[in-house]
């Protein structure tokens, strides 16, 4: 679509839409409707809206969204830049058909309400979400009410002091980070728990990462201060060690000391959460219809797909058309958490929807649209474009930043880095800071030890980043999530050659690369004499294939032990020159023969990235 083509349908309107945060000056968009098509490039948007694409990526940041210029975002997405900017807009279809009715409506910041905040909670495994939420929701859910026995439906809310708050029922940052990766946003504070006696642990640590990313505040819950060995002050320290600085320290993160098991300070942190999202100022506009995200969905035996929908703007009502993702279908049916049947659903609750004609994925943005015709059309529309919308929203290459940081539209480059020990992450870390300038910034998303993991992938998703690899392999997982994203893992096991890549491509002077593709794992599963002092192993292929003479990584526990080349391989008696997967081979290493039962067998093939 040409910029000509979006800025034609530009209507004026006789109210005045709320005023532009610019300076004086630039074109004020104000009395103007805009009407934008159901995609468009963040590019496209940019111009449409008379900003710098890096305005617009910012904007995006601040609700937690990482895009790149030519990245495709849908109506949505794109509104809340343009909300943001004083903007009014209509999404294309609906003009026509709606006009008449929406030319009397009030302007929108007029049937602004304040809507109840979302809560992910998020923490090391053990250090009390589960007992957190339960203890929440068996307190203070309304036990007065029919039926006060809640269900898992994947969120929860509850009434404290006057006001709601809704909590989102998966614990853990995979859901949450799941969710982001497909582009929706459906937090707006996280509590991260944090075990007083345990203090701060890997999982805590990706968890600060994850919420930083997502640009989502942080309220701390310091568990388990019931337990004598309860140390908070530690806590306080790591955190701080952490750029989460507590109030009582002069910092602006809220520290609750609480016991989920006893539920002192409960009280406390649902008060704090409320003060936080007071701040925030959660606003939304019930009259308009609904958009949404889909929580949980799940197939009931007896009453067909069910889904949980967090709506965020608007009301959602029985008899709604709706679409998400290529689901779609007309609202049968609302039911709470506990299990009563409600007409409509207002900004910032959750509930249970039946009514779609197939299972959408927790992920997919809701929206109303006005008939069935138009449900129809969408999801036809956007069974079409699948491929090509897969390809557009995928994550960068770090070749692509490169052409971005070069053209001065992205100036940070970010990454997940994973490293075999501790040392090593803090050692790239400390180098790779050094390398920002006024050009470009790196951004480390996450740095932690161990190989890649699939939460790994999806975090660099969410946030259009690159994963680094030093010294470790990645989960078979990962690999595979990768590929479907387009996420980049870089393998390194000289630390130079990493620092040189990421500052060439901060400077766009990235070298022609070669990356490592996988394509052949095996599994060692005993462990034979050879000739002399050396050894045979004996595997089982796992995926791919072993070809004699290819290079081969010897992986331990997730750590790269050595490289090395395929001088033998047989199966039974037979000399071969490979072996695909399912099948037992001998294999014997140039130069290695200290083979132990569990180890991986790598094959990669060096492939030219561009
Ligand atoms: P999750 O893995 O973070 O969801 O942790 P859980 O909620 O499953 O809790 C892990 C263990 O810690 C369970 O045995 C809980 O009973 C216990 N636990 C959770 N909160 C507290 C608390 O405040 N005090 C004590 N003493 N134990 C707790």
Redesign the pocket.
């Known amino acids: 679509m040409t910029t000509n083509e979006l800025d034609s349908p530009v209507e004026t309107e006789a109210k005045p839409a709320r005023a532009a945060r610019r300076p004086a000056g630039e074109r004020k968009p104000v009395n103007r409707v805009l009407v934008m098509p159901q995609t468009l490039s963040v590019k496209q948007l940019a111009e449409l809206i008379d900003q710098t694409p890096i305005d617009v990526i910012k904007q995006l940041m601040r609700h937690g969204i990482m895009a790149g210029v030519n990245q495709i975002v849908d109506y949505q997405v794109a509104s809340l830049v343009t909300t943001a900017a004083g903007i009014r807009t209509k999404l294309a279809d609906e003009t026509k058909a709606a006009a008449p009715a929406k030319a009397a409506a009030p302007a929108d910041t007029a049937n602004l309400v304040t809507r109840p905040p979302v809560v992910t909670v998020m923490?090391?495994?053990?250090?009390?979400?589960?007992?957190?939420?339960?203890t929440i929701r068996k307190t203070k859910v309304a036990s007065r009410e029919v039926g006060g026995i809640t269900q898992h439906i994947g969120a929860y809310q509850v009434e404290y002091l006057g006001k709601k708050i809704t909590f989102l029922d998966t614990?853990?940052h995979e859901a949450f980070t799941a969710i982001r990766s497909r582009g929706a946003k459906c937090t707006d504070i996280a509590v991260l728990?944090v075990?007083a006696n345990d203090g701060i642990m890997p999982q805590t640590v990706e968890a600060i990462n994850h919420a930083k990313a997502a640009g989502v505040p942080i309220i701390v819950a310091i568990?388990?201060?019931?337990?004598p060995d309860a140390n908070p002050d530690r806590v306080k320290l790591q955190l701080s060690e952490h750029n989460l600085v507590i109030e009582e320290w002069g910092g602006e993160v809220i520290a609750v000391p609480?016991?989920?098991?006893?539920g002192e300070g409960i009280d406390t942190l649902l008060q704090n959460i409320q003060v936080v999202s007071e701040v925030a100022d959660l606003k939304a506009d019930p009259t308009k219809p609904a958009s949404g995200v889909i929580i949980e969905a799940k197939l009931d035996r007896k009453r067909g797909p069910t889904s949980t929908v967090l709506v965020q703007s608007g009301t959602l009502r029985v008899g709604d058309h709706i679409v998400a993702g290529t689901a779609w279908g007309r609202v049968k049916a609302i039911a709470n958490e506990r299990g009563q049947a409600i007409k409509e659903v207002a900004p910032g609750d959750p509930a249970e929807v039946l009514g779609f004609s197939e299972l959408p994925e927790a992920g997919d943005v809701l929206t109303v649209v006005p008939n069935e015709r138009a449900s129809r059309l969408l999801v036809a529309e956007r069974e079409r474009s699948k491929t090509a919308q897969q390809t557009q929203a995928r994550a960068l290459t770090l070749d692509e930043v490169v052409k971005q940081i070069d053209a001065g539209d992205v100036k940070e480059l970010n990454l997940v880095l994973k490293a075999d020990v501790q040392g090593s992450v803090e050692a790239i870390r400390q180098s790779l800071d050094k390398l920002a300038d006024a050009e470009a910034t790196v951004r480390i998303l996450h740095a932690g030890s161990g190989a890649v993991t699939e939460l790994d992938v999806l975090l660099a998703s969410a946030s259009s980043g690159i994963i680094i690899a030093f010294n470790v392999g990645s989960e078979p997982s990962a690999e595979r999530t990768a590929s479907r994203a387009g996420v980049e893992i870089r393998k390194y096991n000289i630390i130079y050659q990493l620092i040189e890549d990421v500052e060439r491509a901060l400077h766009g002077m990235l070298e022609p690369i070669y990356t490592d593709v996988l394509t052949g794992r095996a599994e060692v599963r005993e462990v034979f004499p050879g000739r002399g002092n050396a050894k045979i192993a004996g595997c089982r292929v796992l995926e791919g294939r072993l070809v004699r003479g290819a290079t081969v990584r010897i992986m331990r526990g997730g750590k790269v032990m050595q490289e090395s080349s395929i001088t033998g391989l047989r199966h039974f008696r037979d000399e071969v020159t490979q072996i695909n997967t399912g099948l037992e081979c001998g294999v014997a290493l140039q130069d290695f023969n200290d083979f132990q039962v569990g180890d991986l067998l790598e094959v990669h093939r060096q492939e030219r990235a561009r």
């Open positions: 923490g090391h495994v053990d250090h009390g979400k589960t007992t957190l939420l339960d614990p853990g728990v075990a568990n388990k201060m019931d337990l609480v016991s989920a098991r006893s």
